[in-house]
């Protein structure tokens, strides 16, 4: 039983981005960053072998996915009574009673590990899906994320709302375009500790605007990182010179908005940012210099330049305040990148003739 | 364009109205550094780097033949394919200069096509050359220190018979004041002679790192370049040097806060054996290290230490009560040294390939390889040369005051150099005569009346720039020197808006955030009265203010790119500075609290 569990979930401690076939992309990426020691909510996978579990719980002699791989891609009236039908299944169904059981334990664990034993922290569940990021975008469904999710029912709700996102209409349809098999199909899911942020946001080992390597550029707003993201907010902007550690530019905005957890409930809050905060820096120095270091660490961990989100944490002693929430592979700049800045020349002082000249010198 | 879709522009030169009260000032420059009308079509900037004060009628000098050298060597002599020389004029006292682009392609190519034979001939022999130039520089120096300025004897010396020498000592009046210009004018051309490529070398390497490393800032750039032994820090290496054998010999007691050097010489003399031991040791540093400016060599009343040694003395003690402290006074080359290394193996690895890597090493190389003339003829052409030239005149000015014509030996500064030729013909003729020198009642009102006027043109502000705003500045040697691109030009001609009245842009140039009194210093000869832990306003900051640097917190000033004196120093000695401000110091008054943030280049008011 207790083996059975190990594969159903996994701890982020225990896996790495290799892992991606049994946890998918998204948990993948945190546990290898947990594991390069960076520090990481705490959290752990619901595998694909869970989902199998689930699945085969409901739908013993497999009719879903014959039925499925049966439709016609252009059948649009039978995809849409399989996208109602299938997740609708899926989330009145209960979950077998050693699923259930791993969940329990794993989200009971969440919380000892963070020290405050009794207390349910909330947690955010995000689906986490097993195939390449570039399909990701154009997957519809797979994307879903629950902020602010608190209790066991809630979260195996959520779990379950997770999985049942393969089966609606958009996913459904899609795959059937693509004419993808639906054998093997499953997503690993994340239960993580949420992060209650003063401030979050986005940090680039490469700059967005120019492709600099040589700079780290940190965007910073209060609150949640779904401001940033959502684009309601002009974040502060901090240019970081990777090698020296310089300040080269510092650009504080007006941030007039915030998201900040329901207390009341579960959920998240979108409100206006108190007068006094709104023309404030939302980082000093000091979480900069950290923030810049947690940058330069993952970028060599993964040894190409990476996009990363962060958040400090409104309750945690400083110096523990500092999360990595997720870290992508830059490709915009990298996509572009073509002609060599220069090339060597016969002399060296023919440079100067190139650049004082304005064409190349003769060889 | 401005808003109102008018061409942008600074006060135009025709506009420019004399300072009250220093009309006429004309009168000491000659009639070649005059604004034309047709300048008003031109954009001119205020040179303070180089000139921050109204000059005197001989100082101007100081212009006029660098800018002949330097054009010689840019335009006519290595024939630099984009740039001509640097045209300059004189207005209210103040030198305001302005480059000549070539901007036709077909003749950029024609120019090129002589320049790389030309340059590529100085780069490929450049060490050779190097050793070459400062032996030349120093064979130079030595004609100057012995050049004599004649006496005139009331009968001359026997063996211009016995030796059937045929030449009287009036004759050397004229020979040796030409000398001495002459010498001037060669010490210059050899300032040049190397010192553009140089400057080639850096813009390719700055150029290099703008287009890889977009968002670097120039500074760190300047850090890669930067060479750590430079002669510019040994005259302040030899006063650390003198405090530690002061101590080592016991007569550190000497050297107490605000102690007076003569007294202290005097009292070395009393100290028997030690005494003598320590005055050896000085001997030592003060040839040729003493030979430092206390500005930038451009001034006649920029002393060298040697001339006037109260600013060493000043320094002194300090480092006495360091060294007792058991404070370190070593410049920490080693680690300098690592961390350049550290930077430079950094961006390296940093470029996408190796193709990269290898321009990048040659670049840097380049830099590496020119950086010692870059940076160390300043201790030979414009301190150790020209302290000892303004020695020079000055003695000439004894000679006219000797013979009646001055009053006093500095007031020949007040004459331009052809005056000076002028009123010494005038005692060449009257000693061979027999009768008296005129000169007395033709040049002594003159003198009287410029001095007035110079204390009148002290008073005024200079704009930083002049004419129209140029459509672009590309220019890097404008950048890396004066800190002149098209975000400072915008700057200066933009009023502060609404809410930034209390800041000040300018280039970061040596990183650090810091806070504190300011003292603002208009003239270098004020250096005295700056204190412990203030922090340094003023329209440029020499190399020669070494010393100033251990006590300030910070430095600010009006003009100096990322490659300036002012930043090279400031990144030494790890303070925070902001240059090329334009303004700081019409806008920061002395005893105002300052913050001065050296990783963005701002600097802040804060009452």
């Not at chain 1, 919380?111 to 195939?131: F, L, N, Q, Y």
């Not at chain 1, 110096?319 to 592979?329: K, N």
């Not at chain 2, 005259?235 to 405090?243: G, Q, S, T």
């Not at chain 2, 301190?383 to 004894?398: D, I, Q, S, Y």
């Amino acid at each position: 039983m207790q083996l059975m569990n190990l594969d159903l979930i996994r701890h982020f401690a225990e896996i790495g981005i290799h892992d991606r076939p049994t946890v998918g992309g998204k948990g993948a990426s945190l546990g290898e960053l947990a594991r390069a020691g960076l520090r990481v909510p705490p959290g752990c996978v619901v595998t694909t072998a869970a989902f199998e579990r689930f699945l085969s719980a409901i739908d013993p002699a497999g009719s879903i996915r014959r039925q499925i791989e049966q439709l016609e891609a252009n059948d649009r009236a039978a995809c849409m009574r399989i996208g109602a039908e299938v997740p609708a299944r899926f989330e009145a169904a209960t979950l077998p009673e050693d699923l259930r059981e791993a969940i329990t334990v794993h989200y009971e664990e969440l919380h000892e590990r963070t020290g405050r034993r009794g207390v349910r922290e909330p947690v955010a569940i995000r689906s986490s899906a097993t195939c390449e990021d570039s399909a990701d975008s154009s997957f519809a469904g797979l994307q879903d994320t629950y902020l602010w999710v608190r209790g066991l029912d809630s979260v195996i709700e959520h779990v379950r709302k997770c999985w049942a996102s393969l089966y609606n209409v958009e996913s459904v349809m899609y795959r059937r375009r693509l004419k993808l098999p639906e054998r093997g199909l499953a997503m690993g899911v994340v239960i993580q500790r949420m992060i209650d942020s003063r401030c979050s946001g986005v940090m680039f080992t490469r700059s967005p605007n120019t492709g600099d390597r040589s700079v780290v550029v940190v965007e910073a707003s209060w609150g949640l990182g779904s401001a940033i993201v959502s684009g309601e907010v002009t974040p502060d902007k901090y240019v970081v010179g990777k090698i020296t550690g310089e300040v080269i530019s510092r650009t504080i905005s007006t941030k007039m908005r915030h998201h900040r957890p329901n207390a009341a409930g579960a959920g998240v809050l979108d409100e206006e940012v108190p007068a006094y905060q709104q023309n404030a820096a939302c980082l000093n120095d000091h979480e900069l210099h950290t923030l810049v270091d947690i940058a330069k660490r993952v970028e060599r961990h993964y040894g190409c330049p990476q996009d990363i989100e962060w958040a400090i944490a409104r309750d945690h002693a400083p110096g523990e305040s500092v999360f990595v929430l997720q870290s992508r592979p830059e490709t915009a700049w990298s996509a572009k990148d073509a002609a060599p800045v220069a090339a060597p020349k016969i002399k060296p002082f023919d440079h100067v003739f190139s650049l004082l000249g304005g064409r190349s010198a003769k060889k | 364009m401005s808003a109102d879709g008018k061409p942008r522009s600074f006060t135009l030169p025709s506009q420019i109205e004399d300072v009250p009260g220093a009309e006429g000032w004309q009168s000491m420059y000659p009639y070649y550094t005059r604004f034309q009308p047709e300048d008003d079509h031109r954009f001119w900037f205020y040179n303070a780097m180089h000139f921050p004060e109204p000059m005197p009628a001989f100082d101007a000098i100081t212009a006029e033949i660098p800018y002949e050298a330097l054009g010689a060597f840019t335009t006519r002599i290595f024939v630099f394919p984009t740039t001509l020389g640097i045209e300059h004029r004189i207005v209210n006292g103040r030198i305001y200069i302005t480059a000549n682009p070539v901007l036709e392609p077909a003749e950029i190519q024609r120019r090129l096509a002589i320049f790389q034979e030309r340059a590529g001939y100085y780069y490929e022999n450049w060490e050779r050359l190097f050793r070459e130039w400062k032996v030349r520089l120093e064979n130079l120096i030595h004609q100057l220190e012995a050049l004599k300025v004649p006496s005139l004897p009331e009968f001359d010396e026997a063996e211009v018979v016995t030796k059937a020498k045929g030449l009287g000592q009036n004759h050397y009046i004229r020979e040796n004041f030409h000398r001495v210009i002459e010498l001037f004018s060669k010490m210059w051309h050899h300032h040049f002679e190397m010192l553009m490529l140089g400057y080639g070398a850096y813009m390719v390497f700055f150029d290099f790192c703008k287009k890889a490393f977009p968002e670097t800032a120039d500074q760190t750039v300047a850090r890669m370049v930067a060479g750590i032994e430079v002669l510019m820090f040994r005259p302040d290496d030899e006063l650390k040097r003198l405090a530690k054998v002061a101590i080592e010999y016991g007569v550190d007691d000497l050297f107490a806060a605000d102690c007076d050097a003569k007294n202290v010489l005097e009292e070395l003399r009393n100290r028997g054996d030690a005494g003598r031991r320590w005055l050896a040791e000085l001997d030592k540093s003060r040839e040729p290290w003493f030979h430092m400016s206390t500005g930038d060599g451009f001034y006649h009343h920029h002393l060298s230490w040697n001339d006037d040694l109260s600013v060493p003395f000043a320094a002194l003690p300090r480092y006495v009560e360091q060294l007792r402290r058991g404070e370190s006074l070593e410049r920490p080359t080693e680690r300098l040294r690592e961390e350049r290394g550290r930077i430079i193996t950094e961006y390296r690895e940093l470029l996408r390939s190796e193709d990269e890597r290898q321009a990048f090493d040659q670049m840097l190389g380049l830099c590496h390889l020119v950086f010692p003339l870059v940076e160390n003829h300043k201790f030979y052409c414009e301190h150790w040369f020209t302290t000892l030239f303004f020695k020079k005149v000055r003695e000439f000015g004894a000679l006219l005051v000797a013979n009646g014509v001055l009053a006093d030996a500095g007031d020949v500064f007040h004459l331009q150099y052809v005056e000076i030729e002028s009123a010494l013909a005038d005692v060449s003729l009257a000693w061979a005569g027999g009768g008296k020198p005129l000169g007395a009642a033709h040049w002594r009102p003159i003198v009287e009346e410029r001095k007035r006027v110079l204390e009148r043109l002290k008073e005024w502000n200079p704009p930083p720039a002049l004419g129209p705003l140029p459509p672009a500045i590309n220019d890097p040697a404008l950048q890396m020197l004066w800190g002149i691109t098209s975000e400072t030009l915008e700057s200066w001609s933009t009023p502060a808006e609404p809410g930034h009245e209390k800041e000040i842009v300018g280039f970061a140039a040596s990183p650090g955030v810091v806070e504190g009194v300011a003292r603002v210093l208009r003239n270098v000869n004020d250096i005295g009265q700056i204190r412990d832990g203030e922090i340094l306003v003023s329209p440029v900051t020499a190399p020669s203010w070494g010393p100033v640097f251990g006590k300030i917190k910070a430095a600010v000033s009006d003009i100096g790119g990322t490659m300036s004196h002012a930043a090279i120093v400031a990144r030494e000695y790890g303070l925070p500075a902001v240059v090329g401000t334009g303004q700081a110091t019409q806008r920061i008054k002395t005893g105002q609290r300052i913050r001065v943030d050296g990783n963005r280049g701002i600097v802040r008011i804060l009452e």
